[in-house]
């Protein structure tokens, strides 16, 4: 299990370590682990939702629209819909079906609902 998260943490730190930008190169705003937290706290802020920092780092690649906190928490929160609360006991005809995550700039949104 240790093995499988260490494994985990160095690969998103090698896919997030291309996304950076050199400052002063004119290629806008450099995403740092900071930032992506920055980014994070504002959509949960906005919408209750905590995107996964794969999720942020796609997103930021895909489009120069998205070089902000802001522009970011918009996509994703307009994108995303509260889970229905349970209905009491259903069967499996009535019960709710498994539902991809939604697409922003084809970059699947990512991650969970918090309060």
């Given at each position: 299990m240790r093995r499988a998260l260490f494994t985990l943490a160095a690969l998103a730190s090698i896919?997030?370590?291309?996304?950076?930008?050199?400052?002063g190169s004119g290629g806008g705003a450099i995403l740092t682990a900071a930032y992506i937290a920055e980014i994070q706290a504002t959509v949960r802020s906005a919408c209750g939702y905590l995107p996964t920092a794969n999720t942020i780092a796609q997103l930021f690649a895909s489009s120069s629209r998205f070089a902000n906190a802001i522009a970011i928490a918009n996509a994703i929160c307009s994108a995303m819909t509260p889970p229905a609360p349970p209905l009491g006991i259903m069967?499996?005809?009535?019960?709710?079906?498994?539902?991809?995550?939604?697409?922003?700039?084809?970059?699947?949104i990512r991650g969970q609902f918090v309060r």
């Open positions: 896919c997030l370590s291309g996304c950076a930008t050199v400052p069967s499996r005809s009535t019960a709710p079906r498994r539902v991809a995550a939604p697409l922003v700039n084809g970059v699947r």
